[in-house]
């Protein structure tokens, strides 16, 4: 069964940056599409940043510029960094992935947990 395990959000003051860590157990990174999501207190939850098997990137214009998704296929990680956290960010975030495919097209199967982001003024 494969699990994905994120860890590295807390709370910072706006302005600042966090790296948030996905680390799958039986998905190896770099294979499919994968990507971070988020969901604010009474929003939906959007998809922030996806990469394909190519490494090419998307993000969501609200991030761009500020956040970077990246891939550590050697150690199986993939990353998010955000800098210039503003308050809006604040969210639970969460990584996925698809189980096939090599471009970001279809649904993501795998999910995980999530982690509490809150940036403050």
């Known amino acids: 069964q494969v699990q994905l395990v994120e860890s590295g959000g807390g709370s910072v003051q706006a302005g600042n940056s966090l790296k948030l860590t996905c680390a799958p157990f039986?998905?190896?990174?770099?294979?499919?599409?994968m990507g971070w999501f988020r969901q604010a207190p009474g929003k939906d939850r959007e998809q922030v940043a996806t990469i394909n098997f190519y490494g090419g990137t998307e993000y969501i214009d609200s991030v761009q510029g500020r956040f970077t998704i990246a891939e550590d296929v050697a150690g199986n990680k993939l990353y998010l960094t955000m800098d210039y956290l503003k308050p809006e960010d604040t969210a639970i975030y969460t990584c996925a992935a698809t189980s096939s495919g090599r471009r970001c097209l279809g649904s993501f199967d795998y999910w995980g947990q999530g982690t509490q982001v809150t940036v403050s003024p």
């Open positions: 039986r998905y190896s990174v770099g294979t499919t599409c």
